[in-house]
């Protein structure tokens, strides 16, 4: 898929990553955000419309498909977009230097995960990571290790933004309070931010169960939360 602002290029053999491009008129080539979907398979559509309103504020956004159903649990191909990611950018006049690393639900332990664990190569850690509604006291299928169980052992190497919303009824928002709390106490750069919204609202979707999937929201409290989101993720990124 192409058009002005958005074009769809391969990351990896038959994978996809959609590139959100920002505005025009920009100074210099945008910081990059690397936003993960959820457990759902190949479901870099759900996060087009926070992608959308990110790209807006002057984030070049990098969305690709991944699959948790795969047998490694979708390690290698979510590792394979982060290896791909600041090439993709660097074609796409964005900063590789300001790479931050973002996810939803799943993806949002796993992109926590990755940036924060200590076996992460140098070349592939971002400059900061973002965490969506997320679960961090279960195994990442990325590292092996929960995020809360690693970051117990010392300090984030980058600094975090969590966000969550209160009336989560998939991941109770306690499982971000839980790292943010862990975190404090290490001394770590960390914000979160709750927002008065669902699983779905958090990343501007609204759970259809007739499409058994999310879909762009329309009501103004959601795509107002959903904007909340998008700041966090230029915030991370160094443009507020």
């Known amino acids: 898929m192409t058009s002005a602002r958005l074009q769809t290029v391969p990351y990896a053999a038959g994978r996809l990553t959609d590139v959100h491009l920002p505005?025009?008129?920009?100074?210099?080539?945008?910081?990059?955000?690397?936003?993960?979907?959820?457990?759902g398979p190949n479901e870099r559509d759900v996060l087009r419309p926070l992608a959308r309103e990110a790209a807006g504020l002057g984030l070049l956004v990098l969305v690709p498909d991944w699959n948790a159903e795969q047998p490694d649990g979708g390690s290698a191909e979510l590792l394979a977009s982060l290896a791909q990611a600041r090439r993709i950018a660097t074609e796409h006049d964005g900063d590789p230097t300001r790479l931050v690393l973002a996810g939803w639900s799943m993806g949002g332990r796993e992109a926590i995960a990755v940036a924060t664990h200590p076996g992460t190569p140098a070349e592939l850690r971002p400059v900061a990571a973002v965490g969506i509604a997320s679960r961090y006291s279960t195994e990442a299928v990325t590292t092996g290790e929960a995020p809360l169980d690693h970051l117990a052992a010392g300090p984030s190497p980058v600094p975090l933004r969590l966000v969550h919303g209160t009336a989560d009824e998939i991941v109770d928002v306690e499982h971000t309070r839980q790292l943010s709390a862990a975190l404090a106490k290490q001394m770590s750069t960390v914000r979160t931010l709750e927002l008065p919204t669902d699983h779905a609202g958090v990343v501007m979707t609204t759970y259809r169960p007739e499409a058994r999937r999310c879909l762009p929201a329309t009501d103004a409290g959601t795509l107002a939360a959903g904007r909340r989101t998008a700041a966090v993720l230029a915030e991370a990124a160094g443009l507020s």
């Open 23 to 39: 505005a025009p008129g920009g100074a210099g080539p945008a910081p990059v955000v690397l936003l993960w979907h959820g457990r």
